[in-house]
């Protein structure tokens, strides 16, 4: 399991947990979770998709939508900012565990505080991308695998003497495979 679904995991069981607190029942088929999907996307993430068609649905099947923070629905603040309307205006509540308050859009105040942690996320998110492409910069310079399987070589995990675990990945020549390249080449 990687980070992102042990994040989302992890954020189910939080807002399982505070919706017992409040005495809200779940409906398991009103979970939406976009596990591995930035939150810079919209259209590709099949959880936020199904739950704007389940807002158009009549009777509205569920009253709240508990999220850890708004940022999970996006990192786009103009994006976000709309799916929230859209969220709020259908009648569904929005209730934010991590802050144990409700989000709402009620006034200038709230719209403007709104505005401000949607370009907070929107910086993380940048962020984000920098050190990633960072890390990734620094594996290829040391030779080390950065992401998915190259055919003609197989991917060997390196491992830490101490600990066992996984310090970092090489690619090793799959001769099978390497055949096959040779002759297209000599082709």
Same mark, same amino acid.
């Given at each position: ?7 989302v ?23 939406? /979770? +976009?596990?591995?999907?930035?939150? &810079?996307?919209?259209? #590709? !993430?099949?959880? @936020?998709? =199904?739950?704007?068609? *389940? ?17 999970r ?39 403007i ?7 907070? /996320? +929107?910086?993380?998110?940048?962020? &984000?991308?920098?050190? #990633? !492409?960072?890390? @990734?910069? =620094?594996?290829?310079? *040391? ?45």
């Open positions: 399991m990687n980070d992102d679904e042990k994040s995991t992890r954020q189910i069981e939080h807002a399982r947990a505070d919706a017992t607190r409040n005495r809200w029942q779940i409906a398991d088929d009103h979970i939406y /979770a +976009d596990d591995g999907i930035s939150g &810079a996307e919209f259209d #590709t !993430r099949p959880g @936020l998709v =199904r739950l704007l068609n *389940a807002l158009k649905l009549k009777p509205r099947p569920f009253d709240w939508l508990i999220l850890s923070e708004e940022s629905l996006g990192r786009e603040s103009f994006e976000t900012g709309y799916i929230l309307k859209q969220i709020l205006s259908s009648g569904v509540r929005i209730w934010c565990y991590l802050e144990h308050k409700e989000l709402a859009l009620n006034n200038a105040s709230d719209k505080l709104l505005s401000v942690t949607s370009v907070i /996320a +929107d910086m993380e998110r940048e962020r &984000a991308r920098q050190r #990633t !492409r960072d890390a @990734l910069e =620094r594996k290829a310079k *040391a030779g080390h695998v950065t992401g998915g399987a190259v055919f003609g070589y197989r991917n060997v995990d390196v491992r830490d003497d101490t600990s066992g675990r996984r310090h970092h990945v090489v690619l090793e020549i799959n001769s099978e495979e390497a055949r096959i390249i040779r002759r297209i080449f000599s082709l």
